[in-house]
């Protein structure tokens, strides 16, 4: 069942935290660059999932830790056959924006390819339904049909301003994902570097951040030195048991299921993969 909310005050919300986002000062050029302090704590694909995302919060407790950081990603289209054709996961969206706006430079979101595919209409669909329709009802069904356009112009001015990525200066890379081999021939990293455009995304180099999957070891060894970093963190693919290594560079997190999980991260510590797996943490264990 839908929440009641006020479209006015949705619309001020999502264009604040586009805002926050874009002037983030942790933000260079399209990637979030995070302190060699404190802790970050980093989540996999959420899809709706209000359950974790509450766990999250109060887990997070950032009002209280004020060197503590939270990457969201993939937070729209809920993956649930009974939901398809009404998504209700726009209401999920403005908690995060909210969670933004209240603590500005302690909530970061990366780009994922549900969020491209719902502002630029690149189909997906699931359980035999579009999503990118079952978004828009979820919107009208939230906000009324009057008001559902103005809400969606305000929710793809949000989703547009995300950044592709974010490290650490340990050496973590999180994104959504990483290009594919088929994408290493005209992979241009400098997209970091900048703000990137819808055109970006619909097509550029930013959308080798977004659909990638089956990396290889080799691969991912030529992708951290051609970024610096030691190890990747990442969403995307689903992982019915929350989470999957991959070597020594990859680690793949989910956290819109029952199995969910997140990681928080030491930012002042060195990294290995071993020290990483052992941090991560079962929404279910937040009591």
């Not at 109060?58 to 649930?80: F, N, P, T, W």
């Not at 939230?142 to 950044?163: K, L, N, Q, W």
Request: hydrophobic share 40%; net charge negative.
């Amino acid at each position: 069942m839908s929440t009641v909310i006020d479209p006015n005050s949705a619309i001020e919300t999502f264009r604040e935290a586009a805002e926050l986002n874009l002037d983030d000062p942790f933000r260079k050029g399209s990637q979030i660059l995070l302190p060699d302090y404190g802790q970050v704590v980093v989540t996999g694909d959420l899809h709706g999932h209000r359950r974790n995302f509450a766990k999250l919060v109060k887990y997070c407790g950032l009002a209280s830790s004020r060197s503590r950081h939270v990457i969201l990603q993939e937070i729209i289209h809920v993956d649930d056959e009974d939901s398809a054709s009404t998504d209700l996961s726009n209401e999920l969206l403005l908690e995060a924006a909210r969670w933004k706006v209240e603590f500005p430079d302690q909530v970061f979101f990366i780009q994922s390819n549900h969020e491209v595919s719902q502002l630029t209409g690149r189909a997906i669909m699931k359980a035999g339904h579009g999503v990118l329709e079952g978004f828009v009802a979820g919107v009208e069904a939230t906000y009324g049909r009057d008001d559902a356009p103005s809400v969606m112009a305000a929710i793809e001015t949000f989703i547009e301003s995300y950044p592709l990525a974010a490290r650490t200066s340990n050496g973590l890379f999180i994104s959504h994902s990483l290009p594919s081999e088929r994408d290493m021939a005209d992979f241009d990293p400098s997209i970091l570097n900048r703000r990137v455009t819808r055109k970006d995304l619909e097509e550029g180099p930013a959308d080798k951040f977004l659909w990638g999957r089956r990396h290889s070891s080799d691969l991912l060894d030529r992708l951290a030195d051609m970024l610096d970093v030691e190890l990747f963190i990442l969403g995307h693919q689903p992982e019915p048991m929350g989470f999957r290594q991959v070597g020594q560079r990859l680690l793949i997190l989910a956290s819109d299921h029952s199995h969910g999980v997140f990681l928080p991260i030491d930012l002042s510590k060195p990294v290995a993969m071993a020290e990483v797996v052992k941090r991560i943490r079962k929404f279910v264990s937040v009591a």
